[in-house]
């Protein structure tokens, strides 16, 4: 059921979060990323601009046959009439009109230089264009909300002419008048006098949309809620042009679990790591782990003084629960960790160590000295766990070993690259030689690897290795630079990270691979020989 009109979550992703640098939405992607923000319970999502380029159109046109929301009101975006132009002559706002949309958000100039210099008109005529277009809408039948472009800017200029534009568009109908901050460019506690200063000059009902510019979207956003305003604006994740929108998830999290204050369905709120992340997939926008909330970082502790304190209480270094988000506390295992760490996220990775301070203690001391030669183990759990499961047997899980390797480049009169690798293992008593080819040795080596696997283990045909970073360290002690890999690889129900250190990067690359495909089969219920 959908939340109570008395506050709006509005989101602009699929039009203002669209105008992102490299961030490229098919009309796949806009309804798939439609429905997700429709599951999170979010009040209103703006589908774009109709009439102004082919693909809104087209997406407008679906959405009428293909789009069901059960919590949200699709909401058309577009401008007032142009100057001297009859509301009804002007394609831009028929297209509007005729958008099936049963909300319609008209932008408007708020700053008078804007008026003169980017419309050519009168500010007289700019009042009037906005009061015609709100009637044209509603005499139709839309609600119709309205974006005082560069508001603040504009009070700043000429605050008699920007709190006009806010009278004028509530006398004429409109339901919201969202105050934008287009530019980015306020802080919270001027931004919050204004807000706090329309309201008692108006009778309007105001919105805020604020940029990050300033690094403060979210922040401006509260101050203005916490000023009065009761309709919110913002992209799913922050996304936008410059530095991006005020992030709706935050702001979301930030009412409801700060402020107590329900903006979202009941029950929807744990959602917001899900659609987070799965909106990130279809727009192919690496999700940030730092993300307020829902970042994989979010609520990850490394230090051990820190693990120490959330073994009693977790809430002693944690602002919130991380499942009221969805999220989950997760423990990153490095040379500041101690026997609280190991203990936290060996408990996290289902290896139980009994409370044996003597194997702790292994593990610990094992941790700090593979981490002085170039090892991380904090994006590497499958690594780790590995160890864990060693130390605590004194046998190191191993379906096979790798005897001998070679790789080649070789570079031909043609100019094509080739790259092959010969692999020897030993696998279920028999010793066989398998040979792959790639664009480059590890992938080479890889393919090796799996072709001769694939005879003693199938269930590898469903491993496949998607991500490989290599980082080179510093040199030590006048001795070559140390090359560490991170291999991400994955399966049908998810992924794993695992770790490889050696001055050579296709040895690193080789003892990276080697974890990930043994704890590969471990996840598919193989038992080690």
């Not at 209103?44 to 046959?65: C, L, M, Q, V, Y």
Request: hydrophobic share 40%; net charge negative; glycine share 8%.
């Amino acid at each position: 059921m959908a939340i109570s009109d008395a506050f709006h979550i509005y989101d602009t992703t699929l039009r203002d979060g669209a105008q992102q640098e490299g961030l490229n939405l098919s009309v796949h992607d806009k309804l798939t990323i439609a429905r997700h923000l429709d599951d999170l319970g979010v009040g209103f999502i703006e589908g774009g601009w109709p009439g102004a380029n082919p693909k809104d159109t087209e997406f407008f046109a679906r959405a009428k046959k293909e789009l069901v929301l059960k919590n949200a009101t699709f909401v058309a975006f577009g401008a007032t009439r142009r100057p001297n132009v009859k509301p009804e002559n002007d394609a831009l706002l028929v297209a509007l009109r005729d958008s099936g949309a049963p909300a319609v958000t008209l932008v408007a100039k708020a700053y008078d230089r804007h008026v003169d210099l980017a419309l050519r008109t009168t500010l007289d005529e700019n009042l009037a264009m906005i009061v015609d277009s709100i009637k044209h809408l509603r005499e139709n039948g839309q609600r119709v909300f309205l974006d005082a472009e560069h508001f603040f800017d504009g009070y700043r200029a000429n605050r008699a002419y920007a709190l006009e534009v806010v009278r004028v568009a509530a006398e004429a109908g409109a339901d919201v008048i969202a105050l934008c901050d287009t530019n980015g460019g306020m802080l919270p506690d001027e931004l919050s006098e204004i807000v706090h200063d329309v309201l008692n000059s108006s009778s309007a009902r105001l919105g805020i949309h604020c940029h990050n510019d300033t690094g403060c979207a979210v922040a401006n956003s509260m101050a203005a809620v916490a000023a009065g305003a009761t309709h919110v604006q913002g992209t799913l994740n922050g996304y936008g042009e410059r530095t991006g929108n005020a992030d709706l998830v935050t702001i979301i999290a930030n009412l409801q679990l700060k402020k107590g204050q329900q903006v979202l369905p009941a029950g929807l709120l744990p959602e917001a790591f899900r659609i987070s992340h799965a909106v990130a997939e279809v727009t192919n926008v690496s999700p940030s782990a730092r993300q307020p909330y829902v970042g994989v970082s979010a609520f990850a502790h490394k230090a051990g003084l820190h693990a120490s304190a959330i073994k009693v209480d977790p809430s002693l270094y944690q602002h919130e629960d991380p499942s009221a988000v969805g999220n989950d506390m997760r423990m990153l295992v490095s040379d500041m960790a101690g026997r609280a760490s190991i203990e936290l996220k060996s408990q996290e990775l289902g290896v139980e160590l009994h409370g044996d301070r003597e194997l702790i203690g292994r593990v610990v001391e094992r941790v700090k000295e593979m981490e002085s030669r170039g090892f991380t183990f904090e994006a590497a759990d499958a690594s780790f766990e590995l160890l864990l499961r060693e130390e605590a047997t004194g046998v190191r899980p191993r379906f096979f070993t790798i005897d001998h390797w070679i790789t080649t480049v070789e570079k031909a009169a043609d100019r094509t690259i080739t790259t092959t690798a010969e692999v020897t293992i030993t696998a279920q008593g028999k010793k066989i030689s398998c040979n792959g080819s790639g664009n480059g040795p590890v992938n080479a080596f890889d393919n090796a690897l799996r072709s001769g696997l694939l005879q003693f283990y199938p269930e590898l045909a469903a491993i496949e290795l998607t991500d490989y970073k290599v980082r080179i360290l510093e040199g030590r002690l006048g001795t070559g630079a140390i090359t560490r890999v991170l291999v991400e690889t994955s399966d049908d129900t998810g992924e794993w990270n695992t770790v490889g250190v050696h001055e050579n990067v296709i040895a690193a690359s080789a003892m990276a691979l080697e974890d990930a495909v043994t704890y590969g089969l471990l996840r598919q219920g193989r038992s080690p020989e």
